[in-house]
Nanobody, 123 residues
Framework: QLQLVESGGGLVQPGGSLRLSCAAS????????IGWFRQAPGKDRAGVSC?????DFGDSIKARFTISRDNAANTVYLLMNNLTPEDTGVYYC???????????????????WGQGTQVTVSS
């Protein structure tokens, strides 16, 4: 059974950093495009960072965010630096249903979703 599990969220002060993890089971994550999406309170889910299949680094909407893979661990990470209160929300990772394609960082593209991890940036 294909499953994604996020972890690493929490409460952090402005200017702090967090590294989110997205651990996959039931499939080889390396072969799929993976996206990180944020849902802020009262807002739609929005793309934050996505990585194409068979690549080690991807693109992010903010230079403060870096997406990467650890293929041995079957895990994708999102490193977030210099966090601001506007970064607060539930962060989800998701997998594209098609293998070996370039990432399209739009939520409607992704079929498999994790349960989300809460990130709160507050002093």
């Amino acid at each position: 059974q294909l499953q994604l599990v996020e972890s690493g969220g929490g409460l952090v002060q402005p200017g702090g950093s967090l590294r989110l993890s997205c651990a996959a089971s039931g499939f080889t994550l390396e072969n799929y495009s993976i996206g990180w999406f944020r849902q802020a309170p009262g807002k739609d889910r929005a793309g934050v960072s996505c990585i194409s299949a068979n690549t080690d680094f991807g693109d992010s909407i903010k230079a403060r965010f870096t997406i990467s893979r650890d293929n041995a661990a079957n895990t994708v990470y999102l490193l977030m630096n210099n966090l601001t209160p506007e970064d607060t929300g539930v962060y989800y990772c998701a997998a594209d249903p098609e293998p070996n394609v370039q990432a399209i960082c739009v939520s409607s593209r992704y079929r498999y979703w994790g349960q989300g991890t809460q990130v709160t940036v507050s002093s």
